[in-house]
Antibody, heavy 117, light 110 residues
Framework: QITLKESGPTLVKPTQTLTLTCTFS??????????VGWIRQPPGKALEWLAL???????RYNPSLKSRLTITKDTSKNQVVLTMTNMDPVDTATYYC?????????WGQGTLVTVSS | QSALTQPASVSGSPGQSITISCTGT?????????VSWYQQHPGKAPKLMIY???SRPSGVSNRFSASKSGNTASLTISGLQAEDEADYYC??????????FGGGTKLTVL
């Protein structure tokens, strides 16, 4: 059974760096073809793909946010970490992590991050 | 990268069929067979309904089907049920080796 869960701060101040952790079980990020992605959704708005890391450490980023994002994995801990720098109120959203391949087939419950001073 | 284009809303009566379109370009929808569709109920995480253009994950009703023609993908829900009322999002792999979602479609079951 594949499960994922996001964790991190619920409130960050403008200009701060956000660090989110996705802790998963039921699969290994050392298995060929497997990846974990991050997707966010501002309140009342659409989903936005942010980043993805594959089993072989191949990393992909949303071009619009690439300069602000870093994704890493810790295979031994079954964790994927996303950092986003220079947070702004427009970054207020629910942040999800999800398992790949074949589409994002398993999702975490999401974590709401509010950016406010 | 620009979001894929979906209608903001569609509606249908119970038992009817509806189709949601998802229009991209030759650099995403039209260029790859990596289109997926997601259903999202309010306050819930998205659920994968279709992957690789037309494949259904185990457990997803066969009332959900999908296809692609050129730069436009389509999701069809037949035999509409009240529980199908939700937001639907398409997603595609791109030539930049990234992923892009559509703007979402709100399905109302009348």
């Amino acid at each position: 059974q594949i499960t994922l869960k996001e964790s991190g701060p619920t409130l960050v101040k403008p200009t701060q760096t956000l660090t989110l952790t996705c802790t998963f079980s039921g699969f290994s990020l050392s298995t060929s073809g497997v990846g974990v992605g991050w997707i966010r959704q501002p309140p009342g708005k659409a989903l936005e793909w942010l980043a993805l890391i594959y089993w072989n450490d191949d990393k992909r980023y949303n071009p619009s946010l690439k300069s602000r994002l870093t994704i890493t994995k810790d295979t031994s801990k079954n964790q994927v970490v996303l950092t986003m720098t220079n947070m702004d109120p427009v970054d207020t959203a629910t942040y999800y992590c999800a398992h790949v391949p074949g589409g994002f087939d398993y999702w975490g419950q999401g974590t709401l991050v509010t950016v406010s001073s | 990268q620009s979001a894929l284009t979906q209608p903001a809303s569609v509606s249908g009566s119970p038992g009817q069929s509806i189709t949601i379109s998802c229009t991209g370009t030759g650099s995403d929808v039209g260029g790859y067979n990596y289109v997926s569709w997601y259903q999202q109920h309010p306050g819930k995480a998205p659920k994968l309904m279709i992957y690789h253009v037309s494949s259904r994950p185990s457990g997803v009703s066969n009332r959900f089907s999908a296809s692609k023609s050129g730069n436009t993908a389509s999701l069809t829900i037949s035999g509409l049920q009240a529980e199908d009322e939700a937001d639907y999002y398409c997603c595609s792999y791109t030539s930049s080796r990234t992923w892009v979602f559509g703007g979402g479609t709100k399905l109302t079951v009348l």
